[in-house]
């Protein structure tokens, strides 16, 4: 059974930076595309970034220039590196994993970011 797990999360000041990690296991096609999403109080769930397998990345315009989404190679995780952070960054942060091949999704648990002075 496929899993996503996120880690990471927490209380940062507005201009600090925080990392967030997304660990997947299971067994997965090759072809796959992951992204983090973010979901803040009253507010729908939004993309922030994805990354295929061949480790091509997309970004939101809220999100560019300031975070950097990645993979470790010969693991199974992403990372979400977010820099320069502000309050409206406050959010539950969502780990996905998208298998097109199946048309399969897969959510981990959300890991909160608090970005407060």
């Known amino acids: 059974q496929v899993q996503v797990v996120e880690s990471g999360g927490g209380l940062v000041q507005p201009g600090g930076s925080l990392k967030l990690s997304c660990a997947v296991s299971?067994?997965?096609?090759?072809?796959?595309?992951m992204g983090w999403y973010r979901q803040a109080s009253g507010k729908e769930r939004e993309l922030v970034a994805t990354?295929?397998?061949?480790?091509?990345?997309d970004y939101t315009d809220s999100s560019k220039g300031r975070f950097t989404i990645s993979r470790e190679k010969g693991k199974n995780t992403v990372y979400l590196q977010m820099n320069l952070l502000k309050p409206d960054d406050t959010a539950v942060y969502y780990c996905?994993?998208?298998?097109?091949?199946?048309?399969?999704?897969?959510w981990g648990q959300g890991t909160q970011v608090l970005v407060f002075s």
């Open positions: 996905h994993l998208r298998l097109p091949r199946d048309r399969k999704d897969y």
């Open positions: 299971g067994t997965i096609f090759s072809f796959n595309v």
């Open positions: 990354i295929r397998d061949d480790g091509r990345s």
